[in-house]
C-alpha cells in the first residue's frame, strides 16, 4: 500500500509513545468534583505557562472559546471579532444559537491583525437601547485564515490596550499560541500578558490526542467552570486525557520550530512550480497556501491524493497545506513532487 502524506491539518496528529504511557499510568477521579490529580496538574502548569492565575481543561478549542464567550457576555451583547477569525467561520455560530449572543465581524488585515481603528468604529452607544452591548473581543494568534500569521507581542498589547480603553473583555483565540511564541522566539506569556482570556490547544501541533485548555483570572475560570458543566463539559476521570496534555506541554512546544522550517521548505517548493502560487507569501509558522491558476481545486486535490498526498481547500479556493510532527522531510519532497506531476 502507498505510504500516504497527510497535510490536511496539525490535528491529524497521533499522540507521542510517552503520550500513551503517561495516559495509561495516569492518576485519576472525578474532576467534575475537582478531584482528578492530572487534570489540575495540567491546569496549574498550562495557567503557570500563560502567566495566567488558573486553568480549564476542555473537550476542543471550541469549547474553550465558547465557554470563554458564555462566561463573558450576556444574551444580547456582542462580540467584536475578525471576518477570518475561526470563532466566525467555524464554530458553527455556537455563541449566537446557544448563548443569544450577537457577532460582529470586521476585517482581518492581510497580517492577520485587526485594526485598532476597525475595532472601535465597531463598538456600539451603550445608552442608546437600540443597539447591542459591545461586551468583548476576540483575536486569533496564530490567524488560521490568514496564513497561520504569528501575531506580535506588540500587536497584542496594542490589541489589549483597545480593548481596556473601550471596556471590552479581551479573549485570544490562541489554538496555535506556542507556534505564535516559537516563530517569533518569545514566551507565549508575552503574548497574553494583558488578555482576560486564552484558549490555546493541546491537539494540533502538540499531537496531544484531545482537550484545550481555557487560561484566565480565578474568578473568571470559575465561572466558565460552570459553563462548561452547562455545555455537558464536566468530565469525570478525564486525567486519561490530560495527562497527554501535560507531555505536550513538556515536550512539544520547543520542536514545533521544524514544522515551521519544513513549511518554509515546502513553500519554496511549491513556488517552484508554474501555474501556481502561494497566496499568503512565505509561511510564519506551520501553514502554506497556494492558489491554482488555470486548473480545479478539487480535481489538483484528487490527483495529489492518488499519489499519497493529502490537502484541504479553504473557502477562498485555495489548498491549504500544513506542516506537523508526523510530516518529515521525505514528505515535504514527495509533497512537491506530486504537485509536480498532477500540476504538469
Ligand atoms: C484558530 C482556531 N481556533 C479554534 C479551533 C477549534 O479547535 P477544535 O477543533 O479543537 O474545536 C481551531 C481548529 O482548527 C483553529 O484553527
Known sequence: MQKCF???????????????????????????????????????????????????????GTMGNLVASLAACDRGDEIIMGTKGHTFLHEAGGVSALGGIVIHTIPNQEDGTLSPADIRGAMRFPGDVHEPISRMLIVENTQNACGGKALSVDYMNRAAETAAELELYFHIDG??????AVAQSVPAAALVKQADSVTFCLSKGLCAPVGSVLCGSNTFIQRSRRMRKLL?????????????????????????????????????????????????????????????????????????????????????????????????????????????????
Request: charge should be negative; aromatic fraction near 4%; glycine fraction near 8%.
Open 232 to 344: 455537558g463539559g464536566g468530565m469525570r476521570q478525564a486525567g486519561v486525557l490530560a495527562a497527554a496534555g501535560i507531555v505536550a506541554l513538556d515536550m512539544m512546544i520547543d520542536r514545533l520550530d521544524e514544522d515551521h522550517v519544513r513549511a518554509r521548505n515546502l513553500a519554496e517548493g511549491l513556488a517552484d512550480i508554474s501555474g501556481m502560487h502561494l497566496t499568503k507569501g512565505s509561511p510564519n509558522t506551520n501553514m502554506v497556501f497556494v492558489k491554482l491558476e488555470d486548473r480545479d481545486t478539487s480535481n489538483v486535490l484528487k490527483g495529489l491524493r492518488e499519489h499519497g498526498v493529502l490537502a484541504n481547500d479553504t473557502n477562498e479556493a485555495e489548498i491549504r497545506l500544513v506542516t506537523h510532527h508526523d510530516i518529515d522531510d521525505e514528505a515535504v519532497e514527495r509533497c512537491v513532487e506530486a504537485f509536480r506531476k498532477v500540476m504538469q
Open 6 to 60: 497527510d497535510f490536511r491539518s496539525d490535528t491529524v496528529t497521533k499522540p507521542t509513545p510517552e503520550m500513551r504511557a503517561a495516559m495509561a499510568e495516569a492518576e485519576v477521579g472525578d474532576d467534575v468534583y475537582g478531584e482528578d490529580p492530572t487534570v489540575n496538574q495540567l491546569e496549574e502548569k498550562a495557567a503557570a505557562l500563560l502567566g495566567m492565575e488558573a486553568g480549564l481543561f476542555v473537550s476542543s
Open 175 to 180: 489554538a496555535r499560541i506556542f507556534n505564535a
